[in-house]
Structures are given as structure tokens and as C-alpha cells.
């Protein structure tokens, strides 16, 4: 163990804004709105206002599934929150979501704007809107949601476990990060013991259980979070590794993981989508310009 003082929480905890950490200008103990700013909205039926964090892929990619499917109803501008300066507390993002988290999204295809808001939700209202992904086969339908409820209820760990103590934390303590390394490791064997049994998730069909958990764990075997394949040894779970591989052979895929990303090379950002031809290279390159 290291030599850090321990630890002994006073009586009653008080905020330290100063607490350190990549991410510790976004975290507050209230909610609510810190400044007025209107959402802005495009022109289509579905209006995403996110970042292409895990959770965030998770809804584009299962928007642009839907249209490489054939629905035209899920055409959708999607708008970037950049959480690091604040945006997902400007009023107008609050009322779409008062959790302040993205991604978030206004479905203003009826005579009513309809607000949904947690990745996991956002997959459902669509899924059950165009009728794709998630099959209403009894024993499937329940086999695809407790895999998508897994993964909401998983993911925490992952990120704010393991992702926060071994990437982002101002200082690396040996006990968070062996708790959330076992952890993630044992996730990962619960996933890789599941693909040996069947191609996906939830049986032989794709659906929205493997669109919500690829960006995470697809994205743990890839390399793509946390710089930490090596350090759990992610060439391990094989079946794992199989099955990523297969869903990013799929178009929709590639393309909804560049979707209000802001990161990585400029040829897969793509900071704003609000039409089909936005992928294009030349179209791309003035949305999301060279920094």
C-alpha cells in the first residue's frame, strides 16, 4: 500500500471546489440551472443535444442504425454539450434533462415536444418507436433488457470506478484502483461468458443491449478507454474481443461514434450532425475545424 496519510472524514462534509481531478470543474452537490441558455433546434423530428462519450455513442449510433434500417422518421440533428465549459447547466438543457448529464434528447415528432433523458431510456422510446431492436419475442425482449439494465447499472464502475481513479484522479491510490480493476475485470468475464453462448447480447439478433454496452466494454478491448488494455490484459476475453469486432464492421456504427465527437483524430470528429451528407470529408472539415 502507499505511504498517503489515511483518510478520517470529518462530521459533516463540505464541498471543496479546489478537490482536483480532470473532471472536478463539473461536479457540484445541487442541481438545477447555473445560467439561462436556450437549446438550440434544428430542423428534423429528433433533436440530441450530447457528446460522444460512451454514453453519448450509444443513442447515435442507434439513430443512425435506425436510418441505415430506412427511417426517415429518425433523421435528427444532434448539437455538442461540451461538459467541460458547462453547457449541460444552462437552462434550457436543464429542462430537457434536470440530471445535467448527456446525453439527452427531444423527440418533437408529435403535437407535444416529449423529453427523454439516460442513455438507457433513450434507447428504449426509440427502439419502440420505429419497432427495431428489441423484439417483442417474450423470453428475447426480457433477455435484452437485463442485459441493457446490466450495463446501466455496470458502467458506473467502469467509469467512475476504474476509468476515474486509474485515468483521471489528481492521485493514484493502489486500493480504488485494485477495487475497480477487479471489478471491471470481473464485468468483462461475465460479458465473454455470455458471447460464448450466443453472437449477442440478448441471442442472434442484434439489438439495443449490444449498442449500449459496446461503446463501453467494446470499447475497453479496443484500446479506446483509459489507455488501459494492457493493464487488464483485455486479449484475454476472446469472445469479448469477437464480438466488438463484428458490431464495428457495421457502417452505422463507425459513423454514429463520430457523431459530436471532439476528440482523437479529426478525420473521425464530426461535431455536429444535422444531415446524412455531413459525413462527407469536405463537409466534415468545416464542422469540425483543425485546432
Not at 129 to 154: D, H, I, N, V, Y
Not at 170 to 184: G, H, L, N
Request: neutral net charge; aromatic residues 12%; glycine residues 10%.
Amino acid at each position: 500500500m502507499t505511504d498517503t496519510p489515511e483518510y478520517t472524514p470529518p462530521k459533516v462534509w463540505t464541498w471543496n471546489k479546489g478537490n482536483g481531478g480532470r473532471f472536478a470543474n463539473i461536479n457540484r452537490p445541487i442541481a438545477g440551472p447555473t445560467h439561462d441558455k436556450e437549446l438550440p433546434v434544428g430542423r428534423h423530428p429528433l433533436q440530441l443535444y450530447s457528446l460522444a462519450t460512451p454514453n453519448g455513442q450509444k443513442v447515435t449510433i442507434m439513430l443512425e442504425e435506425l436510418l441505415a434500417l430506412g427511417h426517415a422518421g429518425a433523421e435528427y440533428d444532434a448539437w455538442l454539450i461540451k461538459i467541460g465549459e458547462g453547457d449541460q447547466f444552462g437552462s434550457g438543457f436543464v429542462g430537457v434533462n434536470p440530471n445535467s448529464k448527456i446525453p439527452a434528447l427531444l423527440d418533437r415528432s408529435g403535437p407535444k415536444p416529449i423529453r427523454v433523458f439516460e442513455s438507457g431510456a433513450i434507447l428504449v422510446h426509440l427502439a419502440e418507436k420505429f419497432g427495431a431492436f428489441l423484439t417483442t419475442e417474450p423470453r428475447a425482449r426480457a433477455e435484452c433488457f437485463s442485459w441493457l439494465f446490466w450495463q446501466m447499472g455496470s458502467a458506473p464502475y467502469v467509469g467512475g470506478g476504474f476509468g476515474h481513479f486509474y485515468a483521471y484522479a489528481p492521485m493514484k491510490f493502489e486500493y480504488a484502483i485494485d477495487r475497480f480493476s477487479m471489478e471491471t475485470k470481473r464485468q468483462l468475464d461475465v460479458l465473454d461468458r455470455r458471447l460464448a453462448e450466443s453472437a449477442y447480447l440478448a441471442g442472434d439478433e442484434y439489438t439495443i443491449a449490444d449498442i449500449a454496452v459496446f461503446p463501453w466494454y467494446g470499447g475497453l478491448v479496443k484500446g479506446w478507454l483509459y489507455g488501459a488494455a494492457e493493464f487488464l490484459q483485455v486479449h484475454e476475453y476472446k469472445n469479448v474481443m469477437r464480438w466488438a469486432d463484428a458490431i464495428l464492421e457495421r457502417p452505422a456504427v463507425r459513423r454514429g461514434r463520430k457523431v459530436n465527437r471532439v476528440n482523437g483524430e479529426l478525420s473521425d470528429q464530426l461535431h455536429e450532425r444535422h444531415d446524412a451528407s455531413d459525413f462527407d470529408t469536405k463537409t466534415q472539415d468545416k464542422i469540425a475545424p483543425k485546432k
